[in-house]
């Protein structure tokens, strides 16, 4: 069973959309949940924590479900600029803060 | 502001050979890790490393590979006879402390070709 699951898309959609992407993953302990953005070729780079209250951060806005174990990320008013594949990340209950990818789902945002 | 740098960008070996991939995390950064990314696939963890000493290693990061830290700034990847399948990219990451919520700042990655 595979750690972190995602659709791959890819997601076409036109600028301003609204357009979301879930994720779950299948350790009940993990600890810690991200999402992180990756462009073509390119190092992930962390977009934003997620947490169970659930929190935003401009045009993001990032949702947790322990009980379901299931992540999710929505981007309100989709840029030209917010195409690149985006990845769930967890951290599983250890000493460690090691990052456990999930495979991402491209966005891409066509004018 | 501060980042995570990684030489050579793009490294071409044949099979068999050694390769050495370097890093240098961020200065006051104290926890490191190595992750890989084969094309078209997840990222995935590799070793982290604390002290001078490896903290974790996943099932990949068998004996063909190492890590050091050779002097104050360095960190290295070595991998001591390359095959095929290690064709992918490493990314290096350093943080500041080893906590579930720190943040792992990403290097821009080695490419690695094994031909």
């Known amino acids: ?111 | 502001e501060p980042e995570v740098t990684q030489t050579p960008s793009h490294q071409v070996t044949q099979m068999g050979q050694e390769v050495i991939l370097r890093c240098v995390p961020i200065s006051n950064h104290l926890y490191f890790y190595w992750y890989r990314q084969i094309l078209g696939q997840k990222v995935e963890f590799l070793v982290s490393f604390y002290n001078n000493e490896i903290s974790e290693k996943s099932e990949i990061f068998d004996d063909q590979f190492s890590v050091e830290r050779p002097d104050g700034s360095n960190f290295t990847l070595k991998i001591r006879s390359t095959k095929l399948e290690d064709s992918a990219m490493y990314f290096c990451a350093s943080s500041e402390v080893t906590s579930s919520t720190d943040t792992q700042y990403f290097g821009p990655g080695t490419r690695l070709t094994v031909l």
Do not use: H
Not at chain 1, 16 to 40: E, K, M
Not at chain 1, 75 to 87: E, G, M, N, P, Q
């Open chain 1, 1 to 111: 069973r595979k750690e972190v699951e995602q659709d791959p898309g890819p997601f076409n959609v036109p600028e301003g959309a609204t357009v979301a992407f879930n994720c779950t993953y299948s350790n009940s302990a993990s600890q810690s949940f991200f999402w992180y953005r990756q462009d073509c070729r390119k190092e992930p780079k962390l977009l934003m924590s997620v947490y169970s209250s659930g929190n935003e951060d401009g045009r993001f806005t990032a949702q947790l479900n322990r009980a379901s174990q299931y992540i999710s990320l929505l981007i309100r008013d989709s840029k030209l600029s917010d195409s690149a594949t985006y990845l769930c990340v967890v951290t599983l209950n250890s000493g460690y803060s090691t990052l456990t990818f999930g495979k991402g789902t491209m966005l891409l945002v066509s004018p």
